[in-house]
């Protein structure tokens, strides 16, 4: 029982390129989220996908983009990375919004030079 | 908008001490408060999930309490121990769509 699963666990970009932060959850949850975390920010969301097939925006989604690609999965792209977007990104999963306790992935150490 | 506070950021007790760990939130209307614990480069564990009807939750040494309309939540940890050592956060699902929001968490530190 994997729960939830991220790749990759460690990341270096150069500013400006691109890539996509995976997210697979085997719990048969509807609802996914992504967060980064700073160094005296706590935890702070950047998307969420209530449920399969959709996704809105939280409190820092500039710069980033998602696809809920089917119930299990949940990505985060970044398009063109800069510097601000060095941080720990966790992806979580609970049954539905407001739902029974959240599920969290180990996380991706992403730093942008 | 809704937000969470967690006082104090950093605690350091000698073990076995008794410890009250605080999160405070600005928005009553709640569906519930999770605590979670995290230690260095891992992920989130959550430790306990108080529903909006429910004034407490217990597990083991650790014991903690909703009061939604203070807007506040205790996480009491009893005899702590230095394996205690950790992050440990709190977070509120509310809005109409019940996202997490988080506080900054309290750092502690249990002294052998």
């Known amino acids: 029982n994997a729960g939830v699963t991220q790749t990759p666990k460690f990341q270096v970009l150069k500013t400006g390129q691109s890539m996509t932060l995976q997210c697979a959850q085997d719990?048969?949850?509807?609802?996914m989220y992504w967060y980064r975390q700073d160094p005296g920010m706590g935890l702070r969301l950047i998307y969420y996908?209530?449920?399969?097939?959709?996704?809105d925006k939280g409190e820092v989604p500039n710069g980033y983009n998602v696809s809920r690609l089917n119930k299990r999965e949940f990505s985060l792209r970044l398009e063109s990375a800069a510097p601000s977007q060095t941080s720990v990104y966790f992806c979580?999963?609970?049954?539905?919004?407001?739902?029974?306790?959240?599920?969290f992935g180990q996380g991706t150490r992403l730093t942008v030079v | 908008k809704q937000e969470v506070t967690q006082i104090p950021a950093a605690l350091s007790v000698p073990e076995g001490e008794n410890l009250v760990l605080n999160c405070s939130f600005t928005d009553s209307a709640i569906y519930n408060l999770q605590w979670f614990r995290q230690d260095p480069g891992k992920g989130l564990t959550s430790l306990l999930l108080?529903?909006?009807?429910?004034r407490e939750q217990t597990s083991g040494r650790l014991n903690a309490s909703l009061d939604k309309s203070s807007g506040r939540s205790t996480l009491y940890i009893a005899a702590s121990q230095p394996g205690d050592s950790a992050t440990y956060l709190c977070a509120v699902a509310s809005g109409n769509t019940g996202k997490l929001i988080f506080g900054q968490g309290t750092t502690l530190q249990v002294k052998p």
């Open positions: 719990m048969n949850h509807n609802s």
């Open positions: 108080i529903q909006s009807s429910q």
């Open positions: 996908s209530a449920s399969e097939g959709t996704t």
């Open positions: 979580a999963s609970i049954p539905s919004l407001g739902q029974a306790e959240a599920f």
